[in-house]
């Protein structure tokens, strides 16, 4: 797994499992967000309902799954302090029951991860992926 995290004595795997789950859900219901629009805006498609129903099905899951690592997150006080990106990945300072830690996610990992997870909630898990051939020649571009 391709995550740095400075890790304390109080961060136990489990919470760091919900930061880095915190970080994947923010981006994916961001990026779910944003196609809807742009589907719904495109002219492209001829019944475009279709396909902004099937990527609001997506927002919604993770919309649901993120209010449920929040609340995860408040019970075990973990608190996301910062949230980064630049080229190297995305950053998250977060302070577990009043200590600071820091953990990175690099690119590939965190697009590969984002990736497997979009196909689940659009229930495309079990599929064969066109995509995954072309994800290993090429990068998705994600940026929030």
């Known amino acids: 797994m391709a995550t740095i995290a400075k890790r304390n004595q109080e961060a136990t795997q489990e ?3 919900l930061v880095r ?11 779910f967000e944003r196609d809807c629009r742009a589907i719904g805006k495109s002219g492209l498609f001829k019944m475009p ?12 899951k993770t919309a649901v799954m993120l209010q449920e690592v929040k609340r995860e997150l408040d019970s075990q006080n973990v608190v996301i302090t910062t949230v980064r990106q630049n080229q190297h990945g ?3 300072g977060y ?4 200590i600071a830690g820091e953990m990175q996610i690099e690119w590939p990992s965190f697009r590969r ?3 497997l997870r979009m196909r689940a909630y659009l229930g495309l898990a079990g599929e ?8 290993r020649s090429g990068h998705m571009a994600v940026s929030i």
């Open 49 to 60: 309902q279709l396909y902004m129903e099937m990527v609001s099905i997506g927002a919604k």
């Open 113 to 115: 991860e984002m990736t």
């Open 90 to 92: 995305v950053e998250a």
């Open 95 to 98: 302070k577990c029951r009043g």
């Open 21 to 31: 789950s915190y970080l994947l859900l923010t981006f994916i219901h961001k990026v």
């Open 128 to 135: 064969f992926s066109i995509q995954a051939r072309e994800e």
């Open 15 to 17: 919470e760091l499992s």
